[in-house]
């Protein structure tokens, strides 16, 4: 166990010193947790083999999922890619720093282990004071995952990180709540035409209006388990985001979700489950149930994204054996949503149809 040293930080005018004690770990090949503006992300230094390695102990996260590398500036990039197509310059000016991973052909200098054995290196520049100053001062691009352990849903508050890796990390720098909630988009721009493997913070329509023509891999939006050897981005083929409790995703138009929950929460309870409920502020009144809890308004995806991580988290403490959510439309910040629902449920779907 080691002693995990806590830092708070001002989110807007991160302090000076604190930045330096956690930019000193990075370098010397430690583990600093810290905010970005979609999730707590857990960063080691992305060219030092060992750090990285101790990184994927820390999180005990399977060694063919290679992690994201931060970035503090887009002349970093240079380096860490065999070759800058025109197309990343012209998605970077647009959406960095920000919620949009690219992934790229490698440079010699990233290690195998920081991608995985792979010949492509995912990269990111986060939208985050605290995060910014991380990077500028430690030096070097900074490798970093969700920092959860493998399996759980991504931390959106300094609790959460604890909750997983107090003492399996050396330092976390809190500067509360993240405020996306959901991880950044991943776009494969190796492929032709550039293909969303993982989708998030940067919706699919805007990147569609920028470059033009976007591809959705059938695993972003997958309603099943697509097969391993489809899923060319590695995170796709592990389970994620599990709270404890089955989950089952109930879809449909809204008025039938609510039908078809009432009658899965009637039969459940019958067999004797404690029955969780997952709705939004539109429903949540139509609901009986051990515990009720919701997202938000329908109408503001924003905040639906930002609380999806942290109910599902306290479904946890909850006692209950069942949760049972409502889908709602995979528009926008939605596919991001529904794509975390249902791979927390393990892709149990319910249709729910006029009838
Ligand atoms: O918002 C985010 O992206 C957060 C914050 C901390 O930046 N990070 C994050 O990292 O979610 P992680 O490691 O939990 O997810 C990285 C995803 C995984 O699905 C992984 O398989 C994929 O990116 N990935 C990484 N390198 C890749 C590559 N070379 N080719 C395809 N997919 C890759
Ligand atoms: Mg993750």
Redesign the pocket.
């Known amino acids: 166990m080691k002693n995990t040293l806590e830092l708070k930080v001002d989110s807007q005018r991160p302090e000076k010193e604190k930045i330096n004690v956690a930019a000193e770990i990075i370098k010397k090949g430690g583990l600093v947790a810290f905010p ?1 503006e ?2 707590y ?1 857990l960063g080691a230094d992305a060219l030092n083999s060992k750090a990285i390695l101790a990184l994927f102990k820390a999180k005990k996260r399977p060694m063919d ?4 590398i ?1 970035v503090g500036s887009v002349r970093a990039v240079d380096k860490l890619v065999k070759k800058m197509p025109p197309e990343a310059e012209v998605l970077m000016r647009h959406f960095w720093p920000g ?1 949009l ?1 690219l ?1 790229f052909e490698r440079s010699d200098i990233v290690p195998t282990v920081t ?1 995985a054995g ?1 010949e ?3 990269i ?1 520049m ?1 939208n985050h004071k605290v995060a910014l100053a991380l990077l500028r001062k430690s030096g070097c691009p900074i490798a ?3 920092a959860n352990l493998a399996g759980k849903p ?1 931390p959106t508050t300094a609790q959460h990180v604890l909750d997983d890796l107090d003492g399996r990390i050396d330092a976390i720098l809190d500067a509360g709540p993240t405020k996306i909630g959901v ?2 988009t ?1 776009l ?1 721009i190796t492929a032709k035409p550039p293909q969303i ?2 989708p ?1 913070g940067t919706p699919y329509e805007k990147l569609k209006k920028i470059v033009g023509r976007v591809k959705l891999h059938p695993a972003a939006v997958a309603e099943k388990e697509v097969s391993i050897e489809k899923a ?5 083929k592990h389970k994620h985001y599990a709270p404890k409790a089955e989950m089952v995703i109930v879809e449909g138009a809204e008025s039938n979700v609510i039908g078809r929950a009432k009658e899965l929460i009637e039969s459940y309870r019958q067999r004797g489950y404690n029955v969780g409920v997952l709705a939004t502020d539109e429903t949540v009144s139509y609901y009986e149930a051990d515990v009720v809890k919701s997202l938000g308004s329908r109408s503001n995806l924003e905040i639906v994204a930002r609380n999806l991580f942290k109910l599902l988290r306290e479904f946890d403490l909850e006692n209950v054996n069942i949760i049972i959510a409502e889908g709602i439309p995979a528009k926008g910040l939605g596919l991001a949503i529904m794509n975390r629902l249902r791979k927390a449920s393990g892709y149990k779907i319910v249709k729910a149809n006029n009838r």
């Not at 060319?232 to 796709?236: D, Q």
């Open positions: 970005t979609t999730v992300g999922n290679p992690p994201i931060h919620p991973t992934i991608v792979l492509t290196v995912a990111r986060p970093a995952p969700s991504s991880e950044s991943v494969d493997l993982r998030g060319r981005s590695p995170g796709l």
